[in-house]
């Protein structure tokens, strides 16, 4: 029986990672529930808050709260970005096959990928933690920093404003309804292409929220916007694409999964990750949380 | 040929078919009438396989086929139309009634062949019979509605299906376009002596070529008998054609 | 068709690459070595993507697992080409096999998905089990095969080892083109297209869909196998990113690009990316800019594929001709 301090900080780790999972994986979910729209280009949204971040942080020098502004200001950049994305080429594919939208989402990582690196150089860059949040505190035998555990509030809190703003507002209304039956939109009278737009733009805000508060806690490398997006991927598909609570709770298996498969089987924990995303596909193709999509 | 015994389905707890027994002699012409949402489309989706009764059978000529899959039900000597057009849009019409007959004769795992010249006398044949022969090598997608309806007929007609099941086989056609389908299809059903079910909105159709008409109504069998019973039955007068007129 | 003479393109093709090596170019020959072999990755996808409608976003798993068994086999056990180069089109086959039958249950963006998640397995297992693919590092120093013969053939027999193996590789490539020539070609090939125009209707002139779909698959990853098996020699290495997805986007840019509705649409489209990136990279660092550059424009001006752009622009000229 492994220690009990060793496994519940064991858990810890899986939990954090699972709430930074869940900021950027329920963008992705949100615009595929709403959009239809698998957007592989997530990644290099959350890639570029962390960027953006970073040189905002920069210029904001010795500011206190530099760190909170800078993750701010990042997120509202990824967030027009996004829109702008929208706005001007993803939505003349929408009548395409759905291929069309994937590739043109692949070319997108490619192509802000390589501007990541034309600006920021391929090094590693950092950000250090907010003063506030800088110390640490001994939790049950193991020490937690202060960041790791305003992660884990935030993971939840920024879920409760979500569903706040899902189910209390009307403009949430028309986004369920879009998640569950997209033609009926039209019915109603919504301005569908509007929605489609803020949808994007609130999800691209995720995103790079997501990558600039990572960056105190992980370097900012090239390649991060890969890595996650496939991270993403397995949550949204584990949870049910499109299912809110869904990635919440695919991000938590996930961050758990991960951090014992490391236990059970130290070379072959990514394997067990995506076994896990193969057996969800193979019983409950649309996810723990999800519905079945309409054929 | 068909028998239907008391199927039931229902979706989200909405009843659609509730207890619908029907039987079909071969060689007639039969027509299933009713108001929108009657539950004739999901009445033809169960004899089919589309979807699983949740109780009930359905026999064709003598066989039961209750829950078989779609393909299965086809090669039993079941053809069927739908009632959205449904057709191969970016094959060729004689590729689309083409690769029906090349399925129905088992050649659709012959990894060897040249698939250009097979079947093209019985493929050529058919299309003449629906007067679709100088439209051979035109893409599927590019034909007009009506003429995709002719189409998916040959497709159906393919698989030399002993019974044939048509849903609304002249929706959305112009009257001349109804008033021709309408002749090739009853020439065609006569020719080989197929028998035939058909959904129908258009009520002269329906009197004119059916020999029986059934009367679904909220999923239930209301009436049942030849075009002028059903036309005096006072039950129809009151819930359909009385709605209608 | 009409009375003209028809032009054996395919024989003029071959012949076409088979000369390359005379140019004398070690560079072209590398080149053109590569071409072929994703080429052949690229066709053997479109058998399902062109042909059947299915997206596979885990077609990378069969090129590299191809790329294993004929390394593992030649450089391990040494067994000889003739033997490790059909096996990896099995081994491929086979592993298609087993994911096949649970992709094809799923329709869609799950189909796409799915096979992504298998993909992502088959690379964790290669890129952690060191005992037998050298995990990360890869697995160096595949041999060439044998070709001692072809030197005693005069003309042929100046050429470099890599040249041979370049001969090697068209002649196997080409044989591969017109199995699959023959499959689309075939009533199994017609039956697929209907399932990619209409599943729904394919199931009621009495295709099981599923089936047809899973053949579809098996032959797909058999074919990116030999692929595989190939690359894994001329690359003089296999490594665990022969599988990672980044590789199965990338082939199935080539098909996009090239015009899934051609069969040698997609062999075009990894012929043109091949000898760009060459070029580009010449250049510049940012290839992946450039190509995702070039992927935005094509998506918006050409969504039929290189091909269908040639193939409209061939038939606007014919009509011109005529008027």
């Given at each position: ?8 900080a064991?858990s810890?780790?899986g939990l ?17 529930g ?9 990644g290099?949204?959350?890639m570029?808050?962390?960027?953006v971040a970073?040189?905002?942080v920069?210029v904001?020098?010795r ?8 993750a701010?200001g ?10 702008l ?6 939505r003349?594919?929408?009548a395409k ?8 989402t692949?070319a ?6 390589d501007?990541?690196?034309v ?6 860059l ?5 003063p506030e ?11 937690v ?14 879920a ?12 949430g ?6 998640a ?5 939109l039209g ?7 509007r929605?489609?737009?803020?949808v ?17 806690a ?8 890969v890595?996650?997006i496939?991270?993403a ?7 049910g ?10 991000a ?13 089987f ?9 076994a896990l ?5 193979i019983?409950?193709?649309w996810?723990l ?5 309409k054929? | 040929?068909?028998e ?12 659609a ?5 029907l039987?079909l002699?071969?060689?007639e012409i039969?027509?299933?009438i009713?108001?929108?949402?009657a539950g004739?489309?999901t ?21 039961e086929?209750?829950?078989?899959p ?7 000597g ?14 060729t019409?004689?590729?689309n ?11 659709g795992?012959d ?6 010249h ?12 629906l007067?679709l022969?100088?439209?051979a090598?035109?893409?599927?997608a590019f034909?007009?509605?009506?003429a ?5 007929l040959g497709?159906a007609?393919?698989s030399e ?10 929706a959305g ?10 002749r090739?299809?009853?020439?065609i059903?006569?020719?080989?002596g197929l028998?035939?079910l058909f959904?129908?909105h258009?009520m002269d ?7 029986r008409?059934?009367?679904l109504h ?7 008998g030849?075009p002028?019973?059903?036309r ?5 007068r009151?819930?359909?054609l009385g709605?209608?007129? | 068709?009409s ?24 560079y072209?020959?590398f080149?053109?070595?590569?071409v072929?072999i994703?080429?052949?990755?690229a066709?053997?996808?479109n058998?399902?993507l ?5 997206v596979?976003f885990?077609?990378?798993a069969?090129?590299?697992v191809?790329?294993?068994?004929t390394?593992l086999?030649?450089k391990?056990a040494?067994?000889?080409f003739?033997l490790?180069f ?5 081994l491929?086959?086979?592993?298609a ?9 799923l ?6 998905m799915?096979?992504l ?8 297992i290669?890129?952690?089990w060191?005992?037998?693919t050298?995990?990360?590092q890869?697995m160096?120093e595949?041999?060439?095969p ?9 003309l ?15 002649v196997?490539?080409a ?8 499959v689309?070609g075939?009533?199994?090939?017609r039956?697929?297209t209907?399932?990619?125009?209409n599943p ?5 002139i ?5 089936r047809?779909?899973l ?11 030999l ?6 020699i001329?690359?003089?290495g296999?490594?665990?990113d022969?599988?990672?997805w ?7 840019i080539m ?11 997609p062999?075009?489209g ?5 000898v ?9 660092e940012?290839?992946?800019f ?14 039929g594929?290189?091909?269908?752009a ?14």
């Open positions: 029986m492994p220690d009990p301090t060793f496994l519940f064991q810890l780790s954090t990672a699972a709430m930074f999972l869940f900021l950027i994986a329920s963008g992705l979910s949100l615009i595929f709403v959009l239809g729209v698998l957007n592989f280009a997530h290099s949204f959350y570029l808050g962390a960027y970073y040189q905002l920069q904001l020098g500011d206190p709260a530099a760190f909170w502004w800078a701010l990042a997120a509202c950049a990824i967030a027009v970005l996004g829109g994305v929208e706005r001007l080429l993803l003349h594919l929408y096959d759905v291929l069309y939208q994937l590739l043109f692949y997108l990582i490619l192509v802000l990928s501007a990541a690196k600006v920021w150089g391929t090094g590693q950092s950000i250090a933690r907010p949040l800088a110390g640490a505190t001994r939790v049950l035998g193991t020490l920093p202060h960041y790791e555990l305003f992660v884990l509030l935030l993971g939840p809190a920024i409760l404003g979500f569903w706040l703003l899902l189910h209390r507002t009307r403009a209304r028309f986004v369920r309804a879009a569950l039956d997209r033609e009926m019915a109603l009278g919504v301005n569908v292409s929605l489609y737009t803020s994007f733009v609130l999800g691209s805000f995720l995103a790079g929220l997501g990558g600039a508060l990572i960056a105190p992980k370097a900012i490398v090239p390649g991060m916007d890595e996650i496939v991270e991927f397995i949550v949204v598909v584990i949870g694409l499109g299912s809110f609570w869904g990635t919440f709770l695919g938590v298996i996930y961050g758990q999964v991960l951090s014992f498969g490391i236990l059970i130290p070379r072959f924990s990514i394997f067990s990750v995506f995303m193969a057996v969800v596909l019983l409950r193709p996810g949380l999800g519905r079945p999509l054929t | 040929m068909l239907v015994r008391d199927v039931h389905k229902a979706f989200d707890g909405f009843q078919v509730a207890g619908v027994s039987a002699a071969r060689g039969a027509a299933i009713g108001p929108n949402g004739k489309t009445l033809f989706n169960l004899v089919t396989g589309h979807l699983r009764p949740d109780a009930g059978a359905v026999f064709l000529a003598g066989r086929i209750t829950g078989l779609p393909h299965r039900v086809c090669r039993l079941l053809g069927r139309s739908f009632q959205r057009t449904n057709i191969f849009p970016r094959l019409v004689f590729q009634v083409q690769a029906a007959f090349l399925s129905h004769r088992g050649r795992l990894l060897l062949s040249h698939v250009e097979l079947y093209r006398d019985e493929t050529e044949a058919l299309l003449a019979s007067g022969l100088e439209r090598g035109e893409l599927g034909l007009s509605h009506g995709q309806k002719q189409l998916e497709i007609l393919a299906p002993k019974l044939l099941l048509l849903d609304e086989p002249t056609m112009s009257a001349t376009e109804t008033h021709e389908t309408i090739l299809i009853s020439r059903a006569r020719e080989r028998t035939l959904t129908e258009d159709v329906v009197f004119s070529i059916a020999q008409i059934t009367v909220q999923g239930r069998v209301i009436a049942e030849v002028a019973a059903v005096g039955d006072p039950e129809v009151r819930v359909y709605e209608r007129r | 068709m009375a003209r003479a028809r032009v054996p393109w395919g024989l003029l093709g071959v012949l076409a690459a088979l000369s390359v090596p005379f140019l004398g170019s070690r072209y020959t080149v053109a070595t590569d072929a994703l080429a052949l990755f066709v053997s996808l058998l399902l062109g042909y059947t409608g299915l596979s885990g077609h990378a069969y090129f590299g191809g790329a294993y068994t390394g086999l030649m391990k040494g067994v000889p003739v490790a059909p096996a990896a089109g099995v491929a086959g086979l592993l096999l087993v994911f096949g039958f649970f992709c094809v249950r329709t869609k963006i799950y189909f796409a799915l096979t998640a298998f993909a992502q397995i088959v690379w964790a290669c890129f952690k060191n005992d037998l050298g995990g990360e890869g160096p595949i041999p060439y044998d070709l001692a013969w072809l030197e005693r053939l005069p042929v027999g100046e050429l470099r080892t890599s040249d041979h193996f370049y001969l090697l590789t068209v196997l490539v044989l591969c083109f017109w199995l699959l020539r023959r689309v075939s009533p199994f090939g039956i697929l209907t399932i990619r125009e729904e209707r394919a199931e009621f009495g295709v099981h869909v599923r047809w779909e053949l579809a698959f098996v032959l797909a990853g058999a074919f990116a196998g692929a595989g098996g190939l690359f894994g001329f690359n003089r296999v490594f665990p022969f599988i990672y980044t590789k199965s986007s990338e082939v199935l098909a996009i690009l090239g015009g899934m509705g051609y069969f040698y649409g062999a075009v990894a012929l043109v990316l091949l760009l990136n060459q070029q580009i990279t010449s250049y510049t940012y290839w992946p450039v190509l995702g550059s070039i992927l935005i424009v094509l998506l918006f001006a050409f969504p594929g290189l091909v269908g040639l193939d409209a622009g061939r038939r606007r000229l014919l009509r011109l001709g005529r008027a």
